[in-house]
């Protein structure tokens, strides 16, 4: 009896710890998705020298910024939830004091079409949870 209920243990052990291993490998690869987005995104404004000095600053100053309020425990999540708001909103109004009106046109046209695809792709994964299909092996682009 002691047996089973160890090998069941140490089952579920093996289990929850391959789990969190594919959640941080989906985590990484989202991350990595957005990254390369954002630089894509960045690559077709055609920034000048000047500009991307003054998104580089923009950007570090809105990361230390989030990972403040993100690291405040005295700040319900409702409150952190509407800092971040406020910080989004206050990253895009720098954005657009540094781009010029074209480049904030082709910002807005490359965000409203990644934001397209981005929502086809997650309704697909609502119906397929919804459904009970699991996700099992990435498609292999050719």
Do not use: C
């Not at 052990?13 to 954002?38: H, L, P, W």
Request: aromatic content about 0%; cysteine-free; proline content about 1%.
């Amino acid at each position: 009896m002691k047996r089973i209920i160890l090998m069941a243990v140490a089952a579920l052990v093996v289990s929850v710890g391959a789990q969190a291993q594919t959640q941080r490998k989906a985590d990484t690869s989202r991350i990595m998705q957005m990254k390369e987005n954002r630089h894509d995104m960045m690559s077709q404004l055609n920034l000048t020298k000047d500009q991307k000095q003054k998104v580089r600053t923009l950007d570090q100053d809105n990361k230390s910024k989030i990972e403040a309020v993100r690291n405040d425990n005295s700040l319900t999540q409702e409150q952190k939830k509407e800092k971040m708001k406020e910080l989004r909103k206050a990253h895009q109004e720098g954005m657009n004091s540094i781009l010029t009106k074209d480049q904030q046109d082709k910002m807005k046209a490359y965000k409203k079409d990644h934001r397209g695809k981005q929502g086809k792709k997650m309704m697909k994964r609502k119906m397929n949870r919804k459904n009970g299909v699991q996700k099992t092996q990435a498609p292999v682009n050719s």
